[in-house]
């Protein structure tokens, strides 16, 4: 992406929580910002590298990215970090020592929550990493909070040395709010200063760090009672007080705006005075955190009465129709079935697919049709592979899992499994992110696997970044370009095991499937085709269904996709009294990109090139209407 001119100082803007963040960053004085892309965190970067006088990279996963912060950070320069939530649980292996080593640059790392799944393998709460980790962890509760957070993390994390962890969800990431903004700091870091004692983290040297830690825990604490970041709103309605953070505060103050609440900005670690302060005002306390039980079960142990998950959901958004029943109910007061989050809307089911043309698309088809399979997932477009109509894939779990879950369902097979046949499927940003050790694993220890690797060219789900494979920054500038066929063969896999296809041309792919599977050894099948939505894919000339030829045979409805429109549908007695189903199609023609790939399955030749009509112009006194 190309540097855009940052917006004048004291200017207010309309921005995602993920564009403040970005914009605070800038103004903060960051030089190194790293990630690996992930939703809803993704956008944080994308905008990053769009400021200047910073040095950007989209990394080949999430621990990379942390590791490269972190050594800006020993360095002395601010650096920032994000990812996901899961992604947090990649990192976590460098974040458990930096928290002995410290840092002298300010160091930032958001962490984007997917409160209430929407694209997410699970629901973790990444407080808790502040928690394990002995980190401060802020919350903000809209864009300029976001924005104003990120630049009191850097200040923290200078004056403690310590990482401080921005704990973000898909409400703050992706909602947008108006947010001033201020002047960037140009801020020079002192350059890295040798101390092993400090940052060689052998036993011996990491001992007499840990007292430290602990030291610096107690402090903390005892700025987080004072800080205003923790706000005591004190209210009218002294039944109930909340204590909650982030975007449940919003929604607290939405349905009970005369309760008094606690607002956790600095929610780790937890302000226990100031949690008293609020019982003493109130006949009850509850909290409203998501989506774990963190500062309910803290304070719990600090002999607190307070209520929480016993009556709070232990999963999703606590939007006011969540709560206030909760609370109403709480407070003996009848509560009409119209209040009850239970009552959902009635909407016509839109399951998720892949896009028009996707190369993945032929993949599945294939794979559905071969019989006798155990398919191991991954993370990625390609997940959509497990729903309708393809239903090939058999387990997701998380990135790069898809290696060794295979692995071990060929080591582990019982009776059951004796003969089955055992595939991996993988996309090219995931097998860089956390495949390639799978793969090196397969080959040394003799696995029965054959691996579908989808080279798409794309980090595809996330909206279609570069990565590694596909030859560009993330700055659209050229940069070296992986080798998929040589990159596996160095992994060990036998050269004469290797095969890149077209995912379009159906007969070789299913040919080369059926095959591999068979060889008792491990199999690596590339596919070579770009995502539909970046600038690699080029798009053919469209097809339509010719109604006079088309049987109903519904073959090109296998396929799964979504340009691919069912008009009618009826049934039919053949000869042998077998009654079967017809399903009558049409192409839209507008969105088709020419794949071919329903042109293959069409028993009656009935999907051809699309010839459009010619409009009619009528004609008056030598005058074209219309």
């Known amino acids: 992406m190309a540097a855009v001119m940052p917006a004048p100082a004291a200017s207010r803007h309309l921005m995602s929580g993920n564009e403040a963040v970005a914009r605070a960053v800038w103004e903060a004085g960051v030089k190194v910002a790293a990630a690996y892309p992930g939703t809803p965190s993704t956008e944080m970067l994308e905008v990053i590298s769009t400021y200047p006088d910073i040095y950007a990279e989209w990394s080949v996963n999430e621990k990379v990215s942390l590791e490269v912060a972190i050594g800006a950070a020993y360095a002395g320069s601010r650096a920032f970090c994000c990812m996901k939530h899961v992604g947090m649980n990649v990192a976590s292996d460098a974040l458990m020592t930096l928290t002995l080593t410290g840092v002298v640059g300010g160091l930032v790392i958001a962490i984007a929550d997917d409160v209430g799944l929407s694209s997410s393998q699970n629901e973790q709460d990444s407080r808790y990493w502040g928690r394990f980790a002995h980190v401060p962890v802020f919350e903000p509760a809209d864009s300029q909070e976001a924005y104003e957070m990120t630049l009191a993390a850097f200040e923290l994390s200078e004056q403690f040395q310590v990482p401080v962890i921005l704990r973000m969800t898909t409400r703050i990431n992706h909602v947008k709010a108006l947010v001033t903004v201020g002047e960037r700091l140009v801020r020079v870091g002192p350059g890295f200063k040798k101390d092993p004692a400090r940052y060689v983290m052998v036993p011996g040297n990491a001992g007499k760090r840990i007292p430290l830690m602990f030291k610096r825990d107690g402090e903390l604490r005892a700025l987080a009672e004072q800080s205003p970041l923790n706000l005591i709103e004190p209210g009218s309605d002294r039944r109930v007080g909340f204590v909650t953070s982030g975007p449940a505060y919003m929604h607290v103050k939405e349905a009970f705006p005369n309760a008094p609440v606690l607002k956790l900005g600095f929610s780790w670690p937890v302000p226990f005075d100031k949690c008293r302060e609020l019982a003493a005002l109130v006949d009850q306390v509850v909290i409203v955190e998501e989506v774990e039980p963190l500062v309910e079960t803290e304070l719990k142990a600090q002999g607190l009465k307070v209520l929480g998950k016993e009556i709070m959901p232990l999963q999703g958004e606590l939007a006011p129709a969540v709560i206030k029943p909760i609370i109403a109910r709480l407070l003996g007061e009848n509560v009409p079935d119209s209040m009850s989050p239970a009552v959902a809307a009635q909407v016509f089911p839109r399951p998720p697919t892949m896009c028009v043309a996707c190369p993945h698309l ?11 399979l155990n398919i191991s997932g991954d993370i990625g477009c390609y997940t959509l592979g497990a729903g309708h109509p393809w239903q090939a894939m058999d387990t997701c779990v998380s990135m790069g899992a898809s290696m060794g879950i295979a692995l071990g369902m060929d080591k582990g097979r019982g009776e059951a499994d004796k003969d089955k046949r055992i595939v991996a499927v993988i996309g090219d940003s995931t097998f860089l992110h956390m495949g390639m050790q799978g793969l090196l694993d397969m080959v040394y220890n003799k696995a029965n696997v054959t691996v579908l690797l989808l080279d798409n060219r794309a980090v595809g789900m996330t909206g279609g970044q570069d990565n590694p494979g596909n030859g560009r920054d993330i700055y659209g500038e050229e940069a070296p370009r992986i080798d998929f066929v040589n990159l596996v063969k160095a992994l060990g896999v036998k050269e004469e095991r290797v095969h890149k296809v077209n995912p379009y041309e159906l007969p070789v792919l299913f040919k080369t499937i059926r095959e591999e599977v068979k060889v008792p050894d491990v199999s690596v099948i590339i596919t070579d085709q770009p995502c539909v939505l970046i ?8 097809y339509e269904v010719l109604d006079d030829k088309c049987t109903g045979c519904g073959n090109c409805l296998d ?5 691919i429109h069912v008009t009618r549908r009826g049934k039919e007695v053949k000869a042998s009294g077998r009654e079967v189903e017809l399903a009558f199609v049409r192409i839209e023609s507008s969105v088709c990109t020419g794949c ?8 009656p030749d009935a999907i051809q090139h699309y010839a459009p009509v010619s409009p009619i112009k009528l004609v008056k006194s030598g005058e074209v209407l219309a």
């Open 535 to 542: 600038k690699d894919y080029h798009k053919l000339k469209p």
């Open 596 to 603: 071919g790939l329903c042109v293959q399955p069409c028993a």
């Open 559 to 563: 396929v799964g996709c979504p340009a």
């Open 362 to 372: 032929g993949v599945y088809y294939t794979l559905s049709q071969v019989r006798n």
